[in-house]
């Protein structure tokens, strides 16, 4: 069974966490998400962002993510989910390739079983057809497994992974 | 090992690196036309680099894995079938490239068997079956052996860096602890404050110069990214026939890290498809009426801020709009379709980096490409400023001017147009404002007084930048900007400030055409409000250069035009012209900017134009004034010259809109020279611990007749040979004397008396400035970037001094 953590989990320990293999739980826009613990680079508190002009509304900006400039893209709003309130995002999730997730919560990191891996691939959105990779089957519910390449990747011609 | 081939491994290499992360993403979804493109690119890319050599194995499977993404694309065809045996070619590559780096030759073996299968699953995709044969071939078997090269590791980033430099480095970096060592004995002993102080701003200089020299070490010379397109010449050309001259320019150029791979890539593809498409073989060559030789020109410079490359041949040229869809259109005579490929991928990394390749053609007679890349990629020097809320950097090497939009200042903008305007000193110039633009947040506590405008020299474009306040300058390390949804070309790429935030580098040419004064698109967060059409234009006194040629001034800026007697024109003791204005002489310059020449033939014909305003002016000679105009609010493109900030048409004629500010600078030196008698030479001891602001202010300085020694810092204007006390006027950097104001007091010491002058610099001579300045007992300060300012402060100085004289 998945528990999903509370938003104040210290950031050390959902760096330790994220290091596990398996999955790394995300709460973003009122929804839970799993993203695969081996794309993440570590997970911090979200710091200072600098504001990027003429982009679409999910990218909010450039951060420093340990040294080098990052683009932080906001989960809730790439989803088209309601946002949290700027207070509200609490976590910054690196990925490799110079990007990061702005993130509500931050849960569990855990090793997930075969079984658990429902119906995958997920169903494709029409406007998001390659953020999903699949489902989990937890005790919340279907939980949807991200795809850290297609979150990251954009085109010209929008969004990310439009 | 020679160079070349290291580079191709190198280069290689790299490619792989990126193509793992595609490949792994087309084995999931090889409908993906997108990631089949990028492949594409990237395999014709290898293809492209391993024509330099006799690697057959390597070459063939590059045009079969080449071949196998073009029918994904062309046919459809079986597309699983065709991903896995892409992988397989990959991979097998990859193999090959790990032997030639261990033994400098491709291993025995033929690759045909992968190829065949490659081909078969092209026509029928037996994919599995096809996978599976591969795995077990005895070419693949071979190379997996255990005697074989182990696999190239991931690479980072390597370059040349000579002992010297090193070895500077390493010096530096001693100096540094020996340094440190010291100032912690000043602070845990008796020493006191001012020893402690002294040794800290030793610190300080020492840091800048290693950290300039680790810069510096960045840096490679243009001939290096060139030499392997030489040597490309000399290979390719006897092979296909053909005889070149190549001529090298911009050899010396220092070209810095992250544009240097670009740069050489650049080069050897233009160089390339210039010697295989542009030259024509020398009986062909000799019927149209050319030398059997072909010539091909490599040329580096340094302008606006941009690095400029071209490569030009006087071949064949090509059809106009063949450049990169179709390809070069000789190339398609050719029966090479896809020779324009190289070029888009060139084209794609110069998009990445904020920069752009130009194809000029001319049927029969050659071709030109260019490619320009912005330099503030790198390593410099930047001034910080505020838009509303934010931080933005503008490459200190666009700035020419700071002013304050204070309301004593002079200075104001006129926003009552479509397009802002600055007016200043009589001038105008087109202005944005930043926060505006970038529709940034509006500042909690707005200081009307802190308000700036930068002028900003971008290539041929002048304008005006409003910000809310300047920072200051920071050193910083541009990185391009990381991938984006919206590629914007208003940003160059980003820097981490000293707080550890990042800050957007803006590009100033980008930014001026966003204001329609130069020729590329205007950006989409450019606000509709600048590009509406409105109300009344400004309107401009049009006239006939000397040249001949058509140039336009703002006719507010115009005091008045009176035809010229040879009687009315002075000629001073330098041979420069002036003419006299309200009872003052004023430098007599031409539409160029430069001091006006009389020509014999042209006697009694001479208009001269007062322009500028009563604090600042000088006249212009003109050959005929040809009417007031309205300035267009749209079709202003940027200009060709320094002298101009822009052009519009006028009838069949073009008009060079003149940058008044310019000519205004100009005369403000002239005037130094009329009044310069030359046997009574202000000399002006400069300290600046930045190298770039020495050399700017010191030509500026002595172009205005000042006898300049420039120092980097107290320290060395106190030493052994005390130049503080053999000069008249010191010019410091503000932050410099306040840091070490015991040296400060000293040097003022060691000067002639009370009679010595002083002048404070400062990034932005703010309120704040001048009082610490005062606190220091200097009278004057100026900006950086002020150098008019600089030089009336001078003058002023200097005029004190005479003064003081006289009654003594």
Request: aromatic share 4%; glycine share 10%; hydrophobic share 50%.
């Amino acid at each position: 069974m998945i528990r999903l953590a509370q938003p104040e989990l210290p950031p050390a320990a959902a760096d330790a966490a994220a290091d596990a293999a398996g999955m790394l739980f995300l709460g973003a826009g009122g929804r839970h998400f799993a993203l695969p613990a081996a794309a993440i680079l570590y997970v911090c508190a979200l710091g200072e962002v600098t504001r990027l002009p003429g982009q679409p509304p999910e990218i909010l900006g450039l951060a420093n993510l340990r040294g080098r400039i990052g683009v932080v893209i906001c989960l809730a709003r790439l989803l088209g989910l309601e946002p949290a309130g700027a207070g509200q995002r609490h976590f910054l999730v690196a990925l490799g390739g110079g990007c990061a997730l702005a993130v509500a919560t931050v849960g569990d990191a855990r090793r997930i079983d075969p079984l658990e891996r429902a119906c995958a691939p997920a169903p494709q959105r029409p406007a998001r057809p390659r953020v999903f990779a699949g489902w989990l089957d937890t005790a919340l519910g279907l939980v949807e497994i991200l795809d850290p390449a297609a979150l990251c990747d954009f085109d010209t011609s929008g969004s990310a992974a439009a | 090992m020679n160079e070349l081939l290291q580079d191709f491994l190198r280069d290689t290499s790299d490619v792989f690196d990126s193509l793992d992360d595609q490949l792994a993403r087309f084995a999931l979804d090889p409908t993906d036309q997108r990631i089949a493109a990028d492949l594409f690119r990237l395999i014709h890319s290898v293809k492209s680099a391993v024509g330099f050599f006799d690697f057959a194995r390597l070459e063939a499977l590059a045009n079969a894995g080449e071949a196998m993404l073009a029918s994904l694309s062309s046919d459809g065809g079986e597309i699983a079938g065709l991903a896995s045996g892409f992988q397989e070619i990959c991979g097998r590559i990859r193999q090959i490239v790990s032997y030639i780096a261990a033994f400098g030759a491709e291993p025995p073996g033929g690759d045909e068997e992968l190829i065949a299968l490659g081909d078969a699953a092209r026509a029928s995709a037996k994919a599995a079956a096809a996978h599976e044969a591969i795995a077990h071939m005895p070419g693949a078997a071979a190379l997996r052996s255990p005697g074989g090269p182990p696999p190239l590791e991931r690479r980072t980033q390597t370059q040349r860096v000579s002992t010297v430099t090193l070895d500077d480095i390493l010096g530096l970096a001693c100096e540094l602890a020996l340094l440190r060592s010291q100032l912690t004995a000043a602070l845990e002993g008796s020493a006191g404050p001012a020893a402690a102080t002294r040794h800290m701003q030793d610190l300080s200089r020492v840091a800048a110069r290693l950290h300039d020299a680790a810069l510096k070490a960045r840096l490679q010379s243009f001939s290096r990214a060139a030499e392997p397109a030489g040597r490309l010449a000399q290979k390719l050309a006897p092979s296909l026939g053909k005889s070149t001259e190549l001529t090298l320019e911009g050899g010396g150029l220092l070209v810095d890290r992250p544009l240097f791979d670009v740069v050489r890539k650049a080069v050897i593809i233009f160089t390339h498809n210039a010697l295989t498409h542009g030259i024509e073989a020398p009986d062909e060559r000799l019927s149209a009426g050319k030398p059997p030789a072909g010539q091909l020109r490599i040329a580096a410079r340094s302008e606006g801020g941009d690095l400029v490359v071209d490569v030009s041949d006087d071949g064949c040229g090509f059809a106009e709009g063949a450049h990169f869809a179709a390809g070069i259109s000789g190339a398609a005579q050719a029966g090479l379709p896809r020779a324009g490929l190289s070029l888009l991928l060139i084209r794609s990394e110069a998009d990445a980096c904020g920069g752009s390749l130009q194809i000029a053609s001319r049927p029969g007679r050659g071709a030109t490409l260019t490619l320009r890349l912005p330099e503030a990629l790198s390593l410099t020097q930047a001034v910080a400023v505020r838009a509303g809320s934010e931080t933005y950097l503008v490459p200190k090497h666009a700035v020419f001017q700071i002013l304050s939009l204070a309301p004593e200042s002079g200075a104001s903008a006129d926003t009552g147009g479509p397009l802002p305007i600055l007016r200043h000193a009589g001038g105008a110039l087109p202005m944005a404002d930043l926060a505006g633009l970038l529709g940034a947040p509006p500042q909690p506590t707005p200081g009307a007084d802190d308000r700036a405008a930068l002028i900003i020299r971008a290539g041929a474009l002048g304008y005006a930048l409003a910000v809310s306040s300047v920072a200051g300058m920071q050193d910083i390390i541009a990185r391009p900007l990381p991938k984006l949804p919206e590629f914007s070309r208003l940003f160059s790429g980003a820097a981490l400030l000293s707080g550890g935030s990042p800050a957007l580098v803006l590009n100033p040419a980008a930014i001026g055409a966003a204001l329609g004064l130069g020729c590329g698109p205007a950006s989409p967060v450019l606000p509709a409000r600048n590009r509406a059409a409105a109300a009344p234009q400004p309107r401009v006194l049009v006239f006939r250069s000397c040249g001949g040629a058509l140039a336009a001034l703002p006719l507010s800026a115009v005091l008045r035009a009176e035809r010229l007697r040879r009687s009315d024109i002075f000629t001073t003791g330098k041979d420069r012209l002036a003419v006299k204005l309200d009872g003052k002489l004023v430098p007599l310059l031409d539409s160029a900017g430069a001091p006006a020449q009389l020509a014999a033939a042209d006697a009694g014909s001479w208009i001269a134009l007062a322009v500028g305003s009563q604090r600042a002016a000088c006249g212009l000679l003109v050959n005929a004034v040809h009417g007031v105009e309205e300035l267009p609010a749209q079709n202003i493109a940027a200009a060709q010259s320094k002298e101009a900030c822009g052009v519009f048409a006028l009838g069949n004629e073009s008009v060079r809109l003149l940058d008044l500010g310019g000519l205004l600078h100009n005369a403000a030196l002239g005037r130094l020279d009329l009044e310069d008698d030359g046997a009574n030479q202000v000399r002006v001891l400069l300290i600046d611990a930045e190298a770039i602001t020495r050399d700017m202010l010191r030509l500026a300085l002595e172009a205005a007749g000042c006898a300049v020694l420039a120092v980097d810092g107290l320290a060395a204007a106190c030493g052994e040979t005390a130049p503080g006390a053999l000069c008249d006027i010191v010019v410091i950097d503000l932050a410099l004397a306040l840091a070490d104001d015991a040296g400060w007091a000293r040097l003022r010491g060691a000067q002639a008396g009370a009679a010595a002058a002083a002048i404070a610099l400062c990034a932005f001579a703010s309120s704040a400035a001048r009082q610490q300045a005062r606190s220091l007992r200097i009278a004057e300060t100026a900006g950086k970037f002020d150098r008019p300012a600089l030089i009336e402060a001078v003058r002023r100085q200097q005029a004190r001094l005479k003064r003081q004289a006289a009654a003594a």
